[in-house]
């Protein structure tokens, strides 16, 4: 007869208590480990400070071992694992509350209690519930359970990307810079991007022949010289003062530069504010035509962004690469975030057919309508002419989808 066949149903039940409050143990671990970059950029956080934390975390692991040690010979080994399970459990979740170092550092140090506590009174619970001889073979299912808890939530991290979100009104601001002369835009958009981060060699101006404005060019560096180019053009019209286009778009590079920053990226991203689209794609065809085939090679996809706050996101789909397009709705989707499909090849050009012919991979996110079409290229183009809400909407998917389409994007595999 197997030995299992000899253990009651009344054991199994408290072995698979002990396993599964062991499990929430590791996925809690397993879940801020992959947070913390995150979190260092949220609280500004040293390496040295963000080390100190996960050490204490531990620590107090160790000395809830001994309480809850101590707590399971007074109160009982079922009670004591109970507490342990709502300990961990409850502060986990008032980790969310932390709004700054000293609160996070309260709410992980109880955490590191209640864990601590989870395997002292639940080994003593299993040990004394089981045969003595199939004791062993309990406690080692019990710190399965750690091996099963990585096999069930590892993938689940796998699906998480991470950056940074700028608040409302920082994104609202910037938008609101918009200055009618071309060359103060692109001087604003400079001002910026060194505001984010993006300063010295990171940061370009790209002289284009025959014209005095220059491209401009932020670099974000990745772990691979592969690259994703993120555009938009800074220049407007005579009419209105251009913030819907494309200042929409041109103010918007240096917030996903801020929010792509906070964590390590596989991909190179470049931002590029393009000069002169209104006179004919001045500033991208030449930024275009300048790419040797090496360069070509490396370029992964190119997400341009024209006119956006007048309506919720929408791709311009009949222009758009179909996995590129097929990333944007499944990121819409997860994120629950609106898209709408709205072609525009009466309305104009983007810069993204500036590279039409290269085999390069591009997608251009706009907001036009056919009732906001008469906006563009009028004296109602103005900052009131946002959808504040939609603009902030839209910038909040473009950060998910840029973190998305890094990840998902082979960077040692040339587009086909």
């Known amino acids: 007869m197997p030995w299992y066949s000899s253990i009651t149903r009344a054991q199994w039940k ?33 390496s040295a400070e963000a080390g100190a934390m996960a050490s204490a975390t531990l620590l107090a692991s160790a000395f809830g071992g001994v309480l809850f040690g101590v707590l399971a010979d007074r109160i009982g080994r079922a009670r004591a694992l109970t507490l342990a399970i709502l300990i961990y459990s409850g502060f986990t979740g008032l980790t969310a509350t932390a709004t700054g170092v000293a609160g996070l550092l309260v709410w992980r140090t109880l955490v ?23 004791r062993g073979k309990a406690a080692g299912l019990m710190q399965s359970g750690w091996i099963v808890s990585a096999a069930i939530f590892s993938p689940l991290n796998a699906q998480t990307v991470v950056f940074h979100v700028v608040p409302q009104e920082t994104v609202l601001a910037r938008l609101h810079q918009a200055a009618h002369n071309n060359q103060e835009r692109e001087n604003t958009l400079k001002k910026l991007f060194e505001e984010t981060g993006c300063t010295g060699p990171l940061l370009e101006e790209q002289p284009v022949k025959h014209v005095k404005i220059p491209n401009l060019i932020c670099t974000l560096p990745g772990q691979a010289d592969s690259r994703i180019l993120v555009t ?36 190179t991203f470049v931002f590029i504010g393009f000069t002169q689209e209104e006179e004919g794609l001045i500033g991208s065809r030449f930024y ?23 309506s919720p996101t929408a791709v311009w789909l009949s222009h758009a690469d179909p996995e590129l397009a097929k990333m944007a709705g499944r990121v819409a989707g997860a994120a629950k975030l609106p898209l709408q499909s709205i072609n525009v090849e009466k309305v104009g050009e983007s810069d993204a057919e500036a590279f039409a012919g290269l085999h390069i991979r591009s997608i251009t996110f706009h907001s036009v309508t056919q009732q906001t079409l008469e906006i563009l290229h009028s004296n109602r183009d103005t900052f009131h002419a946002i959808h504040v809400d ?24 040339p587009p086909p």
């Open 14 to 46: 408290t072995l698979a208590a002990a396993q599964f409050g062991w499990m929430l143990d590791a996925m809690d671990v397993m879940l801020y480990a992959f947070a913390l970059t995150a979190i260092r950029n949220e609280f500004h956080l040293s």
């Open 390 to 413: 939609d603009y902030y909407t839209s910038y909040r998917f473009l950060t998910a989808y840029l973190a998305w389409i890094d990840r998902e994007l082979d960077p040692e595999k």
């Open 232 to 267: 938009a053009h800074t220049d407007h019209v005579t009419a209105g003062d251009g913030t819907v286009d494309n200042w929409s778009g041109a103010s918007m590079l240096p917030d996903l530069y801020e929010s792509l920053h906070a964590a390590p990226r596989r991909h």
């Open 112 to 134: 590191g209690t209640g864990m601590g506590g989870v395997w002292s009174a639940g080994s003593v619970l299993v040990a004394e519930s089981w045969p003595a001889e199939h």
């Open 288 to 310: 275009a035509k300048g790419l040797t085939p090496e360069q070509k090679a490396k370029i992964s996809a190119l997400v341009n962004m024209d006119s956006l706050g007048l």
